[in-house]
């Protein structure tokens, strides 16, 4: 879950742009006209809408991983921008992301659902003397539905035929999920540093999926306010514009017109300071 890169060439769009749904589809489709089907319409990187889970994403970090969370609680691949939108460039991304000796920026950011995958990468970068390690913690279904795309290491390793560096069939490639170009503050559940996790045997449990948990529910009951709060700011103004219709209505068979009505009333309210 180490590797962040990415090849040279392909750079579009400013990294300040704001990565949303119709950016993702700038970047997986040809910028210029192609004969179809094209990469995107054979195999599609676009979020599915059966695709959602019920555990968070994972990751662990230290200060020499290639995507670290910034002031804003954001995780940036090291090719933000990068266009994925051949066959050639996510196969060769893929593979250059899949190789922890070659450095080069790919537009991806490892995480896992796996908490035994978590534990044994921290207890390996310990034994390198990497140094502190934290855990961050997103929710996958908060970002599939900003229409940002997550995909699966080991079917996309598989479709694109990538070959396994280690020689370990790919198991490298297991519960392992792939966030194209950048994660955003509010996808992010929590993050801990590992020393305070790892003094607690059942850490994903006790601790991880109930901040997930929490974090879901308040999501949820937020959206739902804000649904609720649109809805009367709709209802309210559909219905003025009815009250005004049926006006126009009553004046039109009375022979008024909603100009010649309103106008004078207009004016008085002018004339005494108090317009409306």
Known sequence: MDAFREHETG???SENSVIDRSLVSSLLR??????PPT????????VGYSQTFDVPLLRIWDQRSGSRPDANTCLMS??????LDTAESRRAFLATHIDHSNWTPTPFISFTTSAT???DLADMRENRKRGAQHLTAIDPNIRLAAGLP?????AEANYYNIADPYGKSNQYCKDHY????????REIVRQWDWDDLAVHWNWYDEIVMPAFRKFRSEFVSKSLRNESSDLSTAIGKLSRQL??????NTLKADGVSYKQFIQPRLSLCWRFGQPK
């Open 11 to 13: 750079e579009v769009t």
């Open 30 to 35: 040809p910028a210029s006209k192609t004969h």
């Open 39 to 46: 990469e995107e319409q054979l195999h599609p990187w676009c």
């Open 78 to 83: 090291r090719a933000p921008r990068q266009r």
């Open 117 to 119: 995958a978590v534990t």
């Open 150 to 154: 997550i995909l699966d290491f080991s």
């Open 178 to 185: 792939l966030c194209l170009w950048e994660v955003s503050g």
């Open 243 to 248: 009250a005004i219709s049926q006006r126009q």
